[in-house]
Nanobody
């Protein structure tokens, strides 16, 4: 079992940056694909980015390509989401999640954190 705790959210002006962290418990962190998702008020939870267990493969939703970077440190059981050039439409609760397969589908992620709020002001 994996427990995930996100941190690093906050309030930032448009054009600013934030770095989200996802700390994972358990010895098998390196076996999981890690993903970041977000959910804005009144909207479905949507895929943001994913990274394979060995960090060799990454994928992003189109709206964040070139602005967000997902990474992981398997030695420290932590995944990251570097967010640059933030826009008001990036405002949402951001969740990290773990999956045993490489996927962008939220339904395939078994373990979830509680989320961290990101608010981007215009």
């Amino acid at each position: 079992q994996v427990q995930l705790v996100e941190s690093g959210g906050g309030l930032v002006q448009a054009g600013g940056s934030l770095r989200l962290s996802c700390a994972a418990s358990g010895r098998t962190f390196s076996r999981y694909t890690m993903g970041w998702f977000r959910q804005a008020p009144g909207k479905d939870r949507e895929f943001v980015a994913t990274i394979s267990w060995g960090a060799g493969n990454t994928d992003y939703t189109d709206s964040v390509k070139g602005r967000f970077t997902i990474s992981r440190d398997n030695a420290n059981n932590t995944a990251y989401l570097q967010m640059n050039s933030l826009k008001p439409e990036d405002t949402a609760v951001y969740y990290c999640a773990a999956s045993v397969i490489a996927t962008i589908s939220r339904y395939q992620y078994r373990y979830w954190g509680r989320g961290t709020q990101v608010t981007v002001s215009s």
